[in-house]
């Protein structure tokens, strides 16, 4: 249980700007999903691909197109966006999300990808919002203490699915549904679009990259079922791609990058995917806890953290370490 104490004082005047977005903010410290804390994190990670392709600098013209492409506009100007992307917020071990000002419609939007589908998506984007809005308020020197109501831009919130599991096309994720009762003292909507080959597509098509990222990940869906393996699927993949001039620029001059970008997305989907199984074949909580022991000891497997980091990480010594290796053998973890 977590209980957050405010007081206000508003000197007799009725204060309009005194939203509890402090209170927000202070949820930051707390929240978590799959073991991964959601914010404060100092090490650098890694990008998915989405990020890489519509979160830098060097690509504005990307993001800007899937702006217009949501929202029927016509910009053209890169300058037109400013990235407001919080750098420290992470997301199951990497970036998946892109966050931008668009000058001219005073929008904020938040845009994040996922391989699987995650109804929890409206709370993260209540608290990426109330760091986004944090920092506005403060750039801007805007006074919320005073007697004048304040103007902000309009928040937009769009999750892109791209995975195995069957999805609408769009689908409205509502913060409200998660509460033990019906309220409407706080919302927040995330809209999740399907971008599987064969939906949305007027939107896709309207975007160029974002049909050209969609073709790529399905190519790599079609390309594991025939070999089997995610290393050879994602080399076929970026062979054709290139061939066929799907995202060549960038995947001639990040061939390594992306690969390794997506071996590490396709991974951790096959965790989740592990972790959800365990979940609801058991039927218990618990399901969550072995999900993680799993993760760590693949990451064992893979040479990413050694024994003696294992058995910190999972509070166990070295003969419930030898007992983990029996039960997780490692030709099961990393077939």
Known sequence: MCIIFTQTVCDNNI????????????LQLFFSINGEVLFWHKKKYKDRLFTFLFGREERREYLLSLYNALNN??????????????????????????SCLITSDEVLSLYEQQSTFNPNMPIRGLI???????????????????????????????????????????????????????TDVLECTATMVNINIGYNKDLIKKCKPLYEYSYFINSVYEYKKIYGTIEEAIDKAVDMCIEEDILADILLAHKAEVTDMLLTEFNEEEYIKMIMADSKAEGKAEGLAEGATITTIKYYYQNKNTKDEVMKELSIDEEQFEEYLKKYPKEDLLK
């Not at 204060?15 to 202070?26: A, D, G, K, P």
């Not at 506009?73 to 892109?98: A, H, M, R």
């Not at 020197?141 to 195995?164: D, E």
């Open 128 to 182: 990426y919002f109330s760091k986004l809005y944090q920092k506005h308020i403060t750039t801007n020197k805007l006074n919320m203490y005073g007697t004048h109501m304040i103007k902000l831009p309009t928040p937009q919130y769009y999750v892109f699915y791209i995975g195995h599991q069957d999805a609408p096309e769009r689908m409205i994720l509502k913060l409200s549904d998660m509460f033990a009762e019906k």
């Open 15 to 26: 204060n309009s700007n005194t939203f509890s977005i402090y209170n927000i903010i202070l």
């Open 73 to 98: 506009k016509s910009y053209t100007d890169p300058n037109e966006l400013k990235f407001t992307t919080i750098e420290d917020v992470i997301y199951v071990g990497y970036k998946n999300d892109v």
